[in-house]
């Protein structure tokens, strides 16, 4: 049992460059989501999902796209890196049911750190 | 608005002494507010969490109030140790229709316990 697992966990690209990070949780989770952290600030929400083939923007969404075709993965691309997006990016799962409004504990990967030069 | 504001930003607390973090949120339909603790280069990981239904929970030397009126919740560390310097974090779940529920953090409150 893995949890949540991030790929990768260090990566630089160059201003105009694309790439794709991937998250994979093994917890059968229906909500996944995607964070940012940078330095001395808290984490900001880029995507969510709460469910296979559905994704919805979060707070700071501009640059990044994202896709869940498989229940347990949750792929964040950028398009074209730009430097501001040098940060820390987490991914996290947790159960929830919107029928009940059940929230769950929210299991986070251990982090991508991504400079864009 | 969906805004979790967290004070103070800081906190700097002698070991063995108290430590409080509270946080505000605006939607009155939250019905979740868990605490997450972050030490420096980790993952942000659970430490306590209420639901809507308590006013104050605690599990050993951490305690978490809420007032639903007031729209405050507070996460309490007593007899602090320089294990609990790290950066907390709490947050509180805003459902968006037909978007199912998302989870706003505050802002974090970075502890320093000195020895």
């Known amino acids: 049992n893995a949890g949540v697992t991030q790929t990768p966990k260090f990566r630089v690209l160059k201003t105009g460059q694309s790439m794709t990070l991937l998250c994979a949780q093994d917890m059968n989770h229906e909500y996944m989501y995607w964070y940012r952290q940078d330095p001395g600030m808290g984490l900001r929400l880029i995507h969510y999902s709460v469910g296979e083939g559905t994704t919805a923007k979060g707070e700071v969404p501009d640059g990044y796209n994202v896709s869940r075709l498989k229940k347990q993965n949750f792929l964040l691309g950028l398009e074209s890196a730009a430097p501001s997006q040098t940060s820390v990016y987490f991914c996290?799962?947790?159960?929830?049911?919107?029928?009940?409004?059940?929230?769950?504990?929210?299991?986070f990967g251990e982090g991508s750190r991504l400079t864009v030069l | 608005g969906e805004n979790v504001e967290q004070h103070p930003s800081t906190l700097s607390v002698q070991e063995g002494d108290s430590a409080v973090i509270k946080c505000t949120y605006s939607?009155?339909?939250?019905?979740?507010f868990p605490w997450y603790k972050q030490e420096l280069g980790k993952r942000p990981q659970l430490i306590i969490d209420?639901?809507?239904?308590?006013g104050e929970k605690k599990d050993q030397r951490i305690a978490v109030t809420l007032n639903k009126t007031a729209k405050h919740f507070s996460l309490h560390i007593t007899e602090t140790q320089p294990e609990d310097s790290a950066v907390y974090f709490c947050?509180?779940?805003?459902?968006?229709?037909?978007?199912?529920?998302?989870?706003?953090f505050g802002g974090g409150t970075r502890v320093l316990v000195k020895p």
């Open positions: 996290a799962s947790t159960s929830s049911n919107l029928g009940t409004g059940f929230f769950g504990e929210l299991f």
């Open positions: 209420i639901r809507s239904n308590v």
């Open positions: 939607d009155s339909a939250s019905n979740y």
């Open positions: 947050a509180a779940p805003v459902q968006v229709k037909a978007a199912g529920n998302k989870l706003t």
